[in-house]
């Protein structure tokens, strides 16, 4: 691996748009399945847990948490590892560990090697997967990101309607023991979706040129640089409230109506409506978040999908029935979708392609520790008060309060900053390329001049896929 060309997105190189860039869309999005929908897939085998080891549902439940925790918590050692090495060797190691944890797992005669293997080695293998496969997506795709970042957020409600029923039948059929070894085997997949991460390589320049760019350029293993930018403090600031309160009424849902006198098969069917709407919804989103008019303005889309989320929970909260909790779904699973299908396409427009790396593992580190905070607190209310009401109630406040930081912020703080910095970064572009093309073969020579004009001229020419021995699949 150590021949692999390092993907750090040279600036030099235009997002293809297309072609293989549909190839790594489609890895992005079976990585972003395994990685949301695997922690909650997982539960299923609980109660086999529970009788086998003589624990309660507390004990088990850790088990996601951990795979939740891995998933957020090592997002700044994820972005060093893909800074260091390249996206595609981080994303077949992980693919590995994801595997290795759950097959290692099935051999486990306690719930504390259980938390180990299933826990931090899956949940460190689906996170060195997930963040770089949104890395490459932010470099192959430009014009059409927000409809591809839709997409790719599909995948996970698609593969939380398919890995749960799955679940349950691999216990039926296999015992928790076979169906975690199968687990095991399917997420070998994430290396196939690693294997499809082809670097981007900037246009052919002289190898002495090259020499020097290289030499001029040191790449920074985390950029801490991004505090500087008003808008990522702010971003990061609102994700962190937000999810105080984004994931705590999927995890209620169900026990709410069981508590109003419903059956277990009916409560759980909340969550199939859910998701079948969170389905449509994200790409649905991506295609109007990419309009021509929307996508300058992207911001403030997401921040009227975090309004709605919050109203969403508040009005859930008055639901005294199964037909409100089922409208409640509805709309919260709209919601959801357009949350899910924005988060990172605002965060890529406000860092840029550059330190997009580092800024993705500081904000997933911000938000493992509200993760962490949200649910268990809710919980605790709910033990205090008997009632779900007060915890929806939290919840929506806690959504809108980020919707509000957000807009508020990006509109009074980094307005000026944020008025289509495409169209001046392409005419800085074009001007030097005009340059380039005033000077005559005497006149080049290898300088400091050079090396930064070979970062940034060429504009128009999108980027190739390295195929070289070391690199093609």
């Known amino acids: 691996m150590g021949a692999v060309v390092a993907d750090d997105g040279p600036s030099g190189v235009k997002a293809p748009d297309g072609g293989w860039g549909w190839a790594v869309l489609f890895g992005c999005f079976i990585i972003t399945g395994f990685s949301y929908a695997f922690p909650k897939a997982v539960s299923v085998f609980f109660k086999e847990l529970i009788r086998e080891f003589g624990i309660g549902y507390s004990d088990t439940a850790w ?201 277990d098969t009916k409560a759980a069917f909340l969550l199939t409506i859910l998701g079948f709407i969170d389905i449509f919804a994200r790409p649905i989103c991506g295609m109007v978040a990419g309009l021509k008019w929307v996508r300058p303005r992207c911001v403030y889309l997401f921040s009227f999908a975090m309004i709605f989320n919050g109203f969403t929970d508040l009005m859930g909260s008055m639901s005294v029935d199964y037909g409100g909790l089922v409208v409640f779904c509805i709309f919260f699973g709209i919601s959801y979708g357009m949350v899910g299908a924005l988060q990172f396409e605002v965060l890529m427009a406000i860092v840029g392609t550059q330190k997009f790396s580092s800024a993705i593992g500081l904000v997933l580190l911000a938000e493992a520790m509200a993760v962490l905070i949200g649910p268990p607190s809710a919980g605790k209310l709910l033990d205090a008060t008997g009632r779900y009401m007060f915890v929806f109630i939290i919840a929506g406040i806690e959504v809108t309060t980020s919707a509000l930081v957000l807009a508020l912020g990006n509109f009074f703080c980094i307005k000026k900053k944020t008025e289509d910095p495409h169209a001046k970064e392409e005419a800085a572009e074009r001007e030097e390329l005009n340059k380039s093309e005033d000077k005559t073969p005497e006149d080049a020579k290898v300088d400091s001049i050079e090396v930064e004009q070979f970062l940034k001229d060429e504009p128009e020419k999108n980027g190739e896929v390295v195929t070289n021995p070391e690199t093609c699949v």
């Open 63 to 263: 088990i996601s948490s951990i795979l939740l925790a891995m998933l957020y918590g090592t997002g700044p050692l994820c972005s060093v590892c893909v800074n260091r090495f390249g996206c595609r060797p981080v994303m077949l190691v992980g693919g590995l560990f994801a595997s290795m944890g759950m097959v290692i797992a099935s051999f486990c005669t306690s719930i504390v090697q259980i938390y180990l293997t299933a826990g931090v080695v899956t949940g460190l293998g689906l996170a060195l997967n997930f963040q770089p496969s949104l890395i490459m997506l932010n470099r192959y795709f430009d014009k059409r990101r927000p409809l591809a970042n839709g997409l790719s957020a599909a995948g996970s409600p698609v593969f939380l309607c398919a890995l749960s029923p799955l679940g349950q039948i691999l216990q039926h059929e296999y015992g928790w023991r076979g169906g975690f070894l199968i687990l095991g085997g399917m997420l070998l997949n994430c290396c196939v979706c690693g294997a499809l991460m082809r670097p981007l390589e900037p246009p052919k320049k002289s190898e002495a040129t090259k020499e020097q760019a290289e030499k001029k350029v040191k790449k920074k293993l985390l950029d801490f640089s991004v505090f500087k930018d008003g808008g990522f403090v702010i971003y990061t600031l609102a994700a962190s409230i937000m999810v105080l309160g984004l994931f705590v009424p999927p995890v209620f849902v169900v026990s709410y109506a069981k508590d109003l006198g419903y059956q």
